[in-house]
């Protein structure tokens, strides 16, 4: 792919995810025209529109406006985290959920849940547990005198499990009448408790490190050539791939903290943009990053509109990811002929 050709596509990308969500402050039992969400969009640059309502304002810029913004920057989180696992760990089948980071920080959200902490502890907790399994993940590779791909996947499979059955005692140990339908609603993934607290919550370790992501695009190519290769490149590798997946597991543990686990979407956006724009990271990964958000959003758009009762995100996430996921294999696996 030429670079214009390049910059056309992540243009197209970024306009049609802005589009998206500019379309989604629509959806809700409050209507409101693609004209009034414009006049309130731009009211605080352009001063005070008589013709707005109070409530008008309070629909998009309390409910609606964060709603989508976090729905946006959690896609966008997964599918950045996605694709660079991916390269990482040169396999197109890893995502955070593979590696263990998404079970610790759901074990640490759950506890949280459990025994009633505040937000902010809630984001701690995910953030040190998921960091914890990423730890045990390479202590486990360490033990058994490897830290190669294969060695790291299968790690991460077992301490996935580990934390699986601590979440599902956690449940075990709830109460059923308060805590446990709370606990269950939050592992499905929601953004129906969004504000603006919440979304400073993802925005700032999502700025952090998933700018640092962005800047070390070139070291993820590297890695991604396999070690020996990044070896003569006179790269250092274990202090590389431990910061790549320190600055992975930090903006997974923030977008468990603000809306549960939620899968599927680090598998597959990567997929989706690395066949619109190949395999290079330098071009991969703002890709994904921007066709994550926008995926997102219209996931969210339909659990809040499909039904009165909001559906949870990871029923959709799960019942669009599959298929697509089949499409996308059967495409890139099938036998050529001739």
Not at 86 to 111: E, K, M, W, Y
Not at 129 to 135: D, H, S, W
Not at 155 to 168: H, K, M, P, Q
Not at 238 to 248: A, E, G, M, T
Request: with cysteine; net charge positive.
């Amino acid at each position: 792919m030429t670079a214009h050709r390049y910059r056309i596509t992540l243009l197209t990308v970024v306009v049609g995810t802005l589009l998206i969500a500019l379309c989604s402050l629509e959806l809700g039992r409050y209507g409101l025209s693609p004209w009034r969400i414009v006049q309130i969009l731009v009211e605080p640059l352009s001063g005070s529109n008589p013709t707005l309502s109070d409530i008008e304002r309070q629909v998009v810029w309390s409910v609606r406006l964060p709603r989508v913004l976090l729905a946006l920057c959690a896609g966008a989180g997964l599918a950045l985290s996605g694709a660079t696992l991916q390269g990482v760990f040169r396999n197109p089948l890893v995502d955070p959920h593979i590696i263990g980071v998404s079970a610790g920080a759901a074990f640490g959200g759950t506890l949280a849940i459990l025994l009633s902490w505040t937000p902010l502890f809630l984001l701690l907790s995910t953030f040190t547990f998921g960091m914890v399994a990423l730890l045990l993940v390479f202590m486990m590779a360490a033990a058994l005198g490897k830290q190669n791909v294969l060695i790291l996947i299968l790690a991460g499979v077992i301490i996935s499990g580990f934390f699986g059955a601590l979440v599902s005692l956690m449940q075990y140990l709830a109460d059923t009448e308060e805590k446990l339908p709370s606990i269950v609603f939050w592992l499905l993934g929601s953004f129906a408790t969004a504000h603006w607290d919440k979304l400073v919550t993802l925005v700032l370790p999502l700025g952090l490190a998933g700018g640092l992501l962005l800047r070390l695009r070139w070291h993820i190519n590297v890695l991604s050539m396999g070690e020996q290769d990044a070896r003569t490149l006179g790269m250092a590798v274990q202090p590389v791939r431990w910061l790549v997946l320190s600055l992975c597991a930090a903006v997974v543990a923030a977008q468990v903290a603000v809306s549960g686990s939620i899968g599927w979407i680090g598998l597959v956006i990567p997929h989706v943009a690395r066949m619109l724009v190949g395999a290079d990271h330098r071009r991969l990964l703002p890709v994904s990053f921007w066709l994550g958000g926008g995926f997102m959003v219209l996931v969210d758009d339909l659990a809040r509109t499909l039904s009165d009762a909001e559906i949870p995100l990871g029923i959709l996430t799960a019942l669009f990811g599959a298929p697509l996921f089949a499409v996308l294999l059967y495409k890139t696996q099938r036998p050529r002929r001739g």
